[in-house]
């Protein structure tokens, strides 16, 4: 159980072009996604909280009109990095929460997604 | 101060061997920790959680937990090579719900 999916694994783009990332859960529905992105050899740096039908909740330091976080349903959220530039290559991972007994919870991770921007 | 913070390593151990990751976090009001291993190119994979002081037991994996020292280790018991990753330390915050993660120690176990 808990698995969850992205779409694209890998994805090269031109500078200024736009590129979706989908992120969904597979065997559960998920209220609450985040988006992480991880450069290499560094450690995974949270991004945004996206919760189902409301706005998403950006990190500091992270341009929210530049990558946009739509979480329409309780199965899917996607990302959306607009106008890319090479600086944006990265690998972008999404997780899910899975809520468990009492207030606690873990975090189940997608394959994530490899993008290029040349 | 960083929020997560672990050695980076390489931590090399031979196999069979006892493998012990170590962890810290700032947060004192933080309830919930986690343990990921992390092979290169994939997406972490989750191991451990924990949320009381003690340690917690599963398989060749042992996490131990002390709130007062702010502190979070990871023993990885009869060590094989395929236990060669990255392993990532993850704090829920107490103020919000996404987990924050360290830098990640690499462990590297040659057979």
């Known amino acids: 159980g808990a698995v969850v999916s992205q779409h694209p694994s890998r994805v090269i783009c031109k500078s200024g072009t736009s590129v979706k990332i989908e992120c969904r859960s597979l065997d559960f529905q998920a209220t609450t996604m985040f988006w992480y992105r991880q450069f290499p050899k560094q450690s995974l740096m949270l991004m945004a909280t996206?919760?189902?039908?409301?706005?998403?909740?950006?990190e500091q330091g992270v341009e929210k009109d530049k990558f946009l976080i739509n979480h329409a349903s309780l199965t899917l959220s996607t990302l959306t990095v607009t106008s890319a530039h090479p600086e944006d290559s990265s690998f972008y991972i999404c997780?899910?929460?899975?809520?468990?007994?009492?207030?606690?919870?873990?975090?189940?991770f997608g394959p994530g997604t490899r993008l290029t921007v040349t | 101060q960083k929020e997560v913070e672990q050695n980076s390593g390489p931590l090399s151990v031979p196999e069979g061997a006892i493998a012990s990751l170590n962890c810290t976090y700032s947060?004192?009001?933080?309830?919930?920790f986690f343990w990921y291993r992390q092979y290169s190119g994939k997406s972490p994979e989750l191991i451990m959680s924990i949320y009381s002081n003690g340690d917690k037991e599963d398989g060749r994996f042992t996490a131990q937990l002390n709130k007062a020292s702010q502190y979070v280790s990871l023993l990885i018991r009869d060590s094989q090579p395929s236990d060669s990753a990255t392993y990532l330390c993850a704090v829920r915050r107490s103020a919000g719900t996404a987990l924050i993660f360290g830098k990640g120690t690499t462990l590297s176990v040659s057979s």
């Open positions: 996206s919760n189902e039908g409301s706005k998403a909740t950006y």
């Open positions: 947060d004192r009001g933080s309830q919930s």
């Open positions: 997780s899910a929460r899975v809520i468990g007994g009492g207030s606690s919870y873990e975090q189940y």
